[in-house]
């Protein structure tokens, strides 16, 4: 007998406790407290910062745990969240100049003021799984460089010095940067607000165009001028005081790549640039996100838009993955009425045909289907 | 009492709900052009802005939405204050860069093609005009259609501006462009969306 | 900044703040200036998933006042999840009274139905809608789209439906099909199947459209012409059923097929589950209504 299903309330309740006790897992082992995540799942935690759109560690620690680790998921949580928050105002634009740097490297010169500051890295870690991590076991104090701070100048400017590299953005001066948290998107888009939805952008989205462009799929000869890591202020300007109001300071990752350019009618041949720029650190997002901005500045610069990376509406109408993830999970909802009139149009037309193709065959058919 | 203290009072008693009743009766009659949705006076702006138009631009007007105020209004130091402290709206430089403009005396208001119309691709980016009228039913009759309306509708704002009906041909013509007008009554709204046709009586 | 434990008390009325609100409130009056067309709007990230409503959710909260009863649904029916979970968001965080009854509800958000019974005025309906650009599966560019609507140049459309007829004999779009809104703009329904298009043409209920990861609203004012696109000589036509409805014997509804058992028994039944409980409430009896059973057993 069939009764039309009931109780919809009562199944999500059970099924949210189910999820609670599984995500909690075996009661005999200690809960994960927020600061353990924070501090030994720093990575994890800077990519939720970084795509969630909102810079608090402990919020992000939260959103893992809640998620069970699933990232995408912790960082919709975040997104969520921050998306209540009120708008206080905007801060001035960082100065990465001035990063209290702790790592930085230059693919395209040997030695360079600053010098190269390797820094927290997995680079040159044989990828062997540690028992020693396993068994819990003390870890050494790192060294530490008791020397003053060196200007670390950017490697931008050193190559804007010999105006060897095309100048840093064109945006004309009143241009207030938008924001895509607040105004609907519109394509073409300026830059500014490309890289905005690149930084927020799927990591892993971004690294497989990435890596499509250096497979040939608008190739665009990157090097990497520069990746840097590390602190920068954050300040704010209040009508009412005559200095900017310091807030603290924010870790970033910014990677700068040089890209080779021949010139056009418009430009010298000169070195062109992407930009990337994330929370916390992560270069391997930082990177990709300068590689798929400078393959997307390809109409700007007068080049052929022949490949995806190039292509801004697909870029970034497909980089968000809390959209991403919602609208392909949206096909495990009921789609029974819609399904129910296409199954109407393939009985009739399936029934069409084989009365077109075997006229005798076809009653027999239906007869036993029926 | 000065321009300060002014400023200050006379906004929603209750933002949220107060915002949330005043939006439904705009909906409401641009949905249903003709119909006047009755509304409390939820808000006490300085004069000569009424409180139907001072709560419609409560409830909508914001710092993402430039605004224009007609000369009896621009006039008013203690008018601009009050928006300013309750919206945070910044002044539109020119009628054509307003999201709204707010006019409180309709029957000396520039044209409406003064205004803007928004583009092809997006005609939406046009000006929605509020316009401050005492009635809908002592001016000269107006019979809508379109949109909204079932059959037709009769309505006879009082103040309207000079050769409004055949401003509002034209702007008809330019459609999808065009302005909408909110009319903002002493107890009421009522809306003229860009769909709505309009014949004088008898014509 | 230490995350508290949260409490409907931090949250706004209807979940929103009130500056997007008013953005989405601007957006919507658009909307209904300009039927059809589709109003670009800063969508925000809800508490539930892009693609599972978050439109029509925004549309809901920005006009939701305490006096509204909601009527929340999901193919039709109020019991399914997504519908009772989105009722159940807006109960705790708007605290409004909700209702299966479609007469009685004075804001209905749905997913791919329109109710069978028929609509009023002064009622409002929100869909929800997954891809709002009814061109988009013929030009993936929103850049190309924009300028089509701009230019009124609906021709690709009207390509695409005839290559169905040349094909397969018929227009093979049974959902989501494109009607035209005032003689104007071509509009996309939402995945209504097309059974519900004819309910959309002068509904006298207004009818506001939230697309939440594409950032879309659009309306439909009441009392305005909502036509379906068709050719002449293959003129538009919704589905029909062979049988009524197993539960309540209703015929000219849009019914769901439920399968039985194994062996290709199914049966069908009424998609919108208040119009057939409202049936059988009044009598009304399908061959295989649990009381029509009763003397079998």
Known sequence: MYVAVKGGEAAIANAHSLLADRRRGDRSVPALRLDQIVEQLALGVDRVMSEGSLYDRELAALAIVQARGDLIEAIFLVRAYRTTLPRFGYSKAIDTATMLVERRVSATYKDLPGGQLLGPTFDYTHRLLDPELAAGGDVAEPLQRETETQAMPRVSAILAREGLIEPDGEMPQDHVPGDITREPLEFPMARDIRLQALSRGDEGFLLALGYSTQRGYARNHPFVGEIRIGEVELELDVPELPFAVPLGTVRVTECQMVNQFKGSAKAPPQFTRGYGLVFGQSERKAMAMALCDRALRASELGEDVVAAAQDEEFVISHSDNVQATGFVEHLKLPHYVDFQAELDLVRRMHAEYDARENPVKADDKREAAE | MDIAAQSIEGGFADPVFDAQTVFRAVMDAMARPGSLQSLPAFARPPVPFSATA??????????????WLDPALQASAAIKSWLGFHTGAPLANTPADAHFALIAAPAEMMALDGFSQGTQDYPDRSTTLILQVSDIASGAPLLLEGPGIETSATIAPAQMPRHFVEQWKQNIKRFPRGVDIILATSDGVACLPRTTRIKTMGA | MTAQPTDIATYNFAYLDEQTKRMIRRAILKGIAIPGYQVPFASREMPMPYGWGTGGVQVTASIIGPDDVLKVIDQGADDTTNAVSIRAFFKKVANVAVTTYTASATIIQTRHR????????????????PIPEPLRFLEPRETETRKMHALEEYGLMHVKLYED??????????????VKVEGRYVM????????????????PALQLFGAGREKRIYAV???TEVVSLDFEDHPFEVQTFDQPCALCAAENVYLDEVILDDHGGHMFVCSDTDHCEKRREEGH?????????????
């Open chain 3, 188 to 203: 996309d329904p939402s995945p209504t199947p097309k059974f519900d298009n004819p309910k959309m043409h002068r509904s």
């Open chain 3, 165 to 178: 007829i040349a094909r397969h004999g018929r227009i093979a779009t049974t959902y989501a099909y494109p």
């Open chain 3, 285 to 297: 009896r399908g061959h295989l209504a649990p009381e029509m059973m009763e003397p079998a057993r």
């Open chain 2, 54 to 67: 001072g709560a419609v631009a409560l409830a909508l007007c914001d710092n993402d939405t430039p605004l």
């Open chain 3, 221 to 223: 004012p009441p009392f």
């Open chain 3, 114 to 129: 329109i109710p069978e019974h028929p609509l009023t005025a002064g009622q409002v309906l929100v869909y929800q809608v």
